[in-house]
């Protein structure tokens, strides 16, 4: 088993950043990529970035590309999610997500989430 554990979430000016944090604790040399998604007020949880648990390939979805950098420290196993230029469309829990098969869309393990409000 994995246990993901989020934070770093808060309210924030629009045009401000925030950076979110993930441990993982566990089974973590069974993982093979993480991710990030978002559910905002009312909307289904949708897909923000995601990046292999060597800290390569990172992707992102178009509503974020150029504003939000995830990476990977090794040492501390530990993903982040720097967002810079947020919008208050970025507002919703932010969860982090870990997964064993690099090559599937879908996600084993989530955090408990973390809320990020972006006033305008």
């Known amino acids: 088993q994995v246990q993901l554990v989020e934070s770093g979430g808060g309210l924030v000016q629009a045009g401000g950043s925030l950076r979110l944090s993930c441990t993982a604790s566990g089974r973590t040399s069974s993982l093979a990529k993480m991710g990030w998604f978002r559910q905002g007020p009312g909307q289904e949880r949708e897909f923000v970035a995601a990046?292999?648990?060597?800290?390569?390939?990172?992707y992102y979805d178009d509503s974020v590309k150029g504003r939000f950098t995830i990476s990977r420290d090794n040492t501390k196993n530990t993903v982040y999610l720097q967002m810079n230029s947020l919008k208050p469309e970025d507002t919703a829990v932010y969860y982090c997500?870990?997964?064993?098969?690099?090559?599937?869309?879908?996600?084993?393990?989530w955090g408990q989430g973390t809320q990020v409000t972006v006033s305008s």
């Open positions: 990046i292999r648990w060597s800290g390569t390939f990172p």
């Open positions: 997500a870990a997964n064993e098969d690099s090559t599937s869309a879908k996600y084993k393990y």
